[in-house]
């Protein structure tokens, strides 16, 4: 299975609230989970990411969780501001054919902080 | 540090035309390449990948093609455009070979075909 289930779709958080996107996978081959932000019209970037024998991540306000037996891992936004409105997707990493990286998207969570 | 770039960023064309989408990346050699489609409000999936110049692997059978007639530069053709081939196209590099590594992005190229 190569897919990446993420939930929920859409969340509204009021400024200073913390936000949590989670994900699950089910392909053990799966090596390296990244997250990454995206704003209207402009391509996905990098925001944190997580190797599987790590349980947790911090950087500033954002950390990964990530449960490796029930192949799950989660976005936290501390103290989230407006400008953290945007569309988050959890991805998965595997090794293609000739060692390039095959980055599996989940579907998207679309958040808004309201001020 | 490394840079990606993308043009055009938007382009209209009607069905039946050729397209051309081109990337290159500076600041970093032999990089793996990757051409991803989004469709509006959805994920990305990836159509073409490459490990260097002249190798390109499909992902998903399409009306596009891809080359790479140089090491940092990777483009993206169909020589006529279906409806269905709109979305946003994204261009995205990686540097690790054979290991888990991130994907860094463009800023996209958003394709209607009218």
């Known amino acids: 299975q190569q897919q990446v289930k993420q939930s929920p779709q859409s969340l509204i958080v009021q400024k200073g609230g913390i936000s949590i996107i989670n994900c699950a996978y089910e392909?053990?081959?799966?090596?390296?989970f990244p997250w990454y932000q995206q704003f209207p019209g402009k391509g996905p970037a990098l925001l944190i990411a997580?190797?599987?024998?790590?349980s947790e991540k911090k950087e500033g306000r954002f950390t990964i969780s990530f449960n490796k037996s029930a192949k799950q891992f989660s976005l936290h936004i501390m103290d989230s501001q407006p400008g953290d409105s945007a569309t988050y997707f959890c991805?998965?990493?595997?090794?293609?054919?000739?060692?390039?990286?095959?980055?599996?998207f989940g579907q998207g969570t679309r958040l808004t902080i309201n001020p | 540090s490394q840079t990606i770039h993308q043009w055009p960023a938007t382009l209209v064309q009607p069905v039946g035309s050729p397209l051309s989408l081109e990337c290159t990346v500076e600041?970093?050699?032999?990089?793996?390449l990757y051409w991803y489609r989004q469709a509006a409000g959805r994920g990305l999936q990836l159509l073409f990948y490459?490990?260097?110049?002249g190798q390109i692997s499909s992902e998903v059978p399409q009306n596009l093609s891809a080359s790479r007639p140089q090491d940092r530069q990777f483009i993206l053709s169909s020589k006529k455009l279906l409806l269905s081939d709109s979305g946003f196209y994204l261009c995205?590099?990686?540097?690790?070979?054979w290991g888990a590594g991130e994907l860094f992005f463009g800023e996209g190229s958003r394709l209607t075909v009218l």
């Open positions: 995205a590099w990686s540097a690790v070979r």
């Open positions: 997580i190797r599987p024998d790590v």
């Open positions: 490459s490990v260097g110049i």
């Open positions: 991805a998965a990493i595997s090794t293609l054919l000739q060692g390039a990286q095959k980055l599996v």
């Open positions: 392909n053990t081959a799966f090596d390296y």
């Open positions: 600041g970093t050699s032999n990089p793996n």
